[in-house]
């Protein structure tokens, strides 16, 4: 029995008076992969960024259920750090990690909402067991790490908070072939751990591998939707972003 983590209905995104996202529909069911695919502006971040509470403009709902069971509640309107607070949390493109902290502080901020010293110390170690390079590197600054290494650290940060979904915006972007193989190694390892994850990805091959379910977005619509399997097969993806 399908059991829907995140809803979003009839989303709408502006950013001035540009309409980014234009009525979009979606759900994410629990332990599940799911993926955005489309081109730069088709409104992939939009949508993330929304559900993180990072847009402003922003009409339609968001619906979000933390644990089995649950009732689904609006999240539409709550500020980022709630979101955190209900168990969402933002690996953002680009990494934005703080460059002039360490690595271990910048994990430390990505455990900001919590309180229980135990239960950080756990998943640290556990960030540490997902990349041994970081802890190799804990107290190296961050703006010292290759890109690779960055990316690591703000995926391990976002799971400092011990989301029950995590969002990865472009996780490979800028990396090479090798470092974007073991990218998504990794986020299958923390989707096999129980974490829900959602994934922003203009390597539409790799997202569409991993992918339990995809969206393919087009100028801020959702243009066609299935399986991961499904759309890597489907011959109009394979000539719009498979190279055919």
């Not at 990494?95 to 110390?121: C, F, K, M, Q, W």
């Not at 998504?184 to 339990?212: C, K, M, P, W």
């Amino acid at each position: 029995m399908a059991d829907t983590m995140l809803q979003i209905k009839d989303l709408y995104v502006n950013y001035g008076g540009i309409c980014a996202v234009q009525g979009v529909n979606l759900s994410i069911e629990r332990g599940s992969i799911v993926t955005l695919v489309g081109a730069n502006g088709a409104g992939k971040s939009s949508i993330i960024r929304s559900i993180a509470g990072l847009n402003r403009e922003v009409k339609g709902d968001i619906l979000f259920s933390r644990k089995r069971g649950d009732a689904p509640e609006s999240i539409l309107g709550l500020r980022p750090e709630n979101m955190v607070r209900r168990g969402i949390s933002l690996s953002p493109e680009g990494r934005r990690i703080l460059p002039h902290l360490t690595v271990e502080e910048n994990l430390s901020l990505g455990a900001y909402s919590r309180n229980d010293r135990d239960g950080i110390e756990e998943d640290r170690e556990k960030v540490y067991a997902l990349f041994p390079r970081l802890k190799e590197r804990s107290w190296q600054k961050g703006g010292t790490l290759s890109g690779g290494e960055q990316q690591m650290l703000a995926v391990g940060r976002a799971l400092m908070s011990r989301p029950d979904l995590i969002m990865l915006d472009e996780p490979s972007l800028g990396l090479a072939p090798l470092l974007v193989k073991e990218i998504f190694a990794i986020i299958t390892r923390i989707h096999e751990t129980g974490v829900t994850v959602l994934l922003v990805e203009q390597n539409a091959y790799a997202a569409l591998s991993v992918a339990d379910y995809a969206y393919i977005l087009e100028v801020g619509r959702i243009a066609l939707e299935g399986t991961g399997r499904e759309l890597l097969s489907n011959p109009q993806v394979r000539s719009a972003y498979l190279g055919g």
